[in-house]
């Protein structure tokens, strides 16, 4: 098994009942042994962005065991792990049943907590987030 970091892929032999084959897979930096960190640690999350068919506005796990995120809109291989400072902002002002609110609201969320959207249409998108439990 050969692994080339630089252009991020993995090629492995497989023996094959005709004799040995190459296989191609594509080894995402964020799955890489721990000692291994992305070189974009400086830059910020961009928020939403697009890895695979998905739409994520916040820091994912996936295919990890810790939070990440893409640094560009859509996933180009450049990421870095999530810190307390990246979670999704909130979007203002924002529509919510045809009322445009320009900060953290309480209405319709049952528990009486304060809540944004994280676009600008929260009726088409329904992307949202709860915001500081003491506004």
Known sequence: MVVHLGN???LEHREHKEGWVKVRLEVL???????????????SCTFPFAYGDVIYYSCISVRSHYAWCSIDEVFQGRWRYCTAEDPPKCTFPFLYRNQLFDSCTKEGYVLNRSWCSLTKDYNQDGKWKQCSPYK
């Open 8 to 10: 991020l892929t993995k």
């Open 29 to 43: 930096p964020h799955i890489l042994p721990v000692f291994s960190f992305p070189e974009f640690f400086n830059h």
